[in-house]
């Protein structure tokens, strides 16, 4: 059973610094397109950035230069380096992952983790 997990989030001031983890666990063939959602309350989910296998990368404007993703293939993890966090940023940070397991006939099957709370407050 494929599975993601994600860890890092908690309460930090504005203009600091958090990193999210995504770990993914399971018998994986190989991990695809990675995205990062996140979804404040009162709002609609909203796509914050995404990485290809190949490590491309498309950012929503708001975090552009501010946040950083990376993914370690051999660890099946991805990271997302969050810098000067803003009022605006707090939410639950959600990972969504297309996940090629060993015994999936070649297909990639979309997955998403349970969520992470991101607070910014002085």
């Known amino acids: 059973q494929v599975q993601l997990v994600e860890s890092g989030g908690g309460l930090v001031q504005p203009g600091r610094s958090l990193r999210l983890s995504c770990a993914a666990s399971?018998?994986?063939?190989?991990?695809?397109?990675i995205r990062w959602y996140r979804q404040a309350p009162g709002t609609e989910r909203e796509l914050v950035v995404t990485i290809t296998s190949s490590s491309s990368t498309n950012y929503m404007d708001s975090v552009k230069g501010r946040f950083t993703i990376s993914r370690d293939n051999a660890k099946n993890t991805v990271y997302l380096q969050m810098n000067s966090l803003k009022p605006e940023d707090p939410a639950v940070y959600y990972c969504?992952?297309?996940?090629?397991?060993?015994?999936?006939?070649?297909?990639?099957?979309?997955?998403w983790g349970q969520g992470i709370l991101v607070t910014v407050s002085s």
């Open positions: 399971g018998v994986i063939f190989s991990i695809g397109v």
């Open positions: 969504n992952a297309m996940i090629r397991p060993v015994n999936s006939g070649g297909r990639y099957l979309e997955h």
